[in-house]
T-cell receptor
Framework: SQQGEEDPQALSIQEGENATMNCSYK?????LQWYRQNSGRGLVHLIL?????REKHSGRLRVTLDTSKKSSSLLITASRAADTASYFC???????????FGAGTILRVKS | GAVVSQHPSWVICKSGTSVKIECRSL??????MFWYRQFPKQSLMLMAT?????????EQGVEKDKFLINHASLTLSTLTVTSAHPEDSSFYIC?????????????FGAGSRLTVL
């Protein structure tokens, strides 16, 4: 099962620029999380935002959550070539003990 | 931090054979583990939720007899792809919820790439 959509599907930027990825979901959630996946590897947790939070920061990452619109955004500031990866949002559903992933955004940062 | 080990990282098998993938939580007890499947350039699709000591909960459309899940201990869950066929070729990833304050976050294994010839 997939919770929702992410956009853009792919994003290509220059090193130093900011990258913004958006995620929409459908059900009530306990929290929303962002993960990163390097090609052919497992996922690494980046940041978690609870349903009663609106914005959260972690280093160069900024996440927003709008529960009325059922959407979230991930901003990576001052991007680096090493940020090149796929980024997924995942929702921890309120009425299910599971994490459901969005479609993902493939980010390419050119040096 | 929490570490999940997944083995094997890749496997090639002949059509009709069965393949077992192991998922171990190395430094924490995982009452719940999740098995995902990922096709190239696609997202992770949840296959099943594995609960220690009880039957796994499968997502709609996932064949229980095809993908056997066993969670016999608090640190080990296994996924067996039975009578594998080329369409079962995929990247399989396990994850686990740790207990305590970090229970909302999943720790993922590195994944297992299955190729069925």
């Amino acid at each position: 099962s997939q919770q929702g959509e992410e956009d853009p599907q792919a994003l290509s930027i220059q090193e130093g620029e900011n990258a913004t990825m958006n995620c929409s979901y459908k059900t009530s959630i306990n929290n929303l999380q962002w993960y990163r996946q390097n090609s052919g590897r497992g996922l690494v947790h980046l940041i978690l935002i609870r349903s009663n939070e609106r914005e959260k920061h972690s280093g160069r990452l900024r996440v927003t959550l709008d529960t009325s619109k059922k959407s979230s955004s991930l901003l990576i500031t001052a991007s680096r070539a090493a940020d090149t990866a796929s980024y997924f949002c995942a929702t921890d559903e309120e009425y299910g003990n599971k994490l459901v992933f969005g479609a993902g955004t493939i980010l390419r940062v050119k040096s | 931090g929490a570490v999940v080990s997944q083995h094997p990282s890749w496997v090639i098998c002949k059509s009709g054979t069965s393949v077992k993938i192991e998922c171990r939580s190395l430094d924490f007890q995982a009452t719940t583990m999740f098995w995902y499947r990922q096709f190239p350039k696609q997202s992770l699709m949840l296959m099943a939720t594995s609960n220690e000591g009880s039957k796994a909960t499968y997502e709609q459309g996932v064949e229980k007899d095809k993908f056997l899940i066993n969670h016999a201990s608090l640190t080990l869950s296994t996924l067996t792809v039975t009578s594998a066929h080329p369409e079962d070729s995929s990247f399989y990833i396990c994850s686990a919820r740790s207990t305590g304050a970090g229970a909302n976050v999943l720790t993922f294994g590195a994944g297992s790439r299955l190729t069925v010839l």
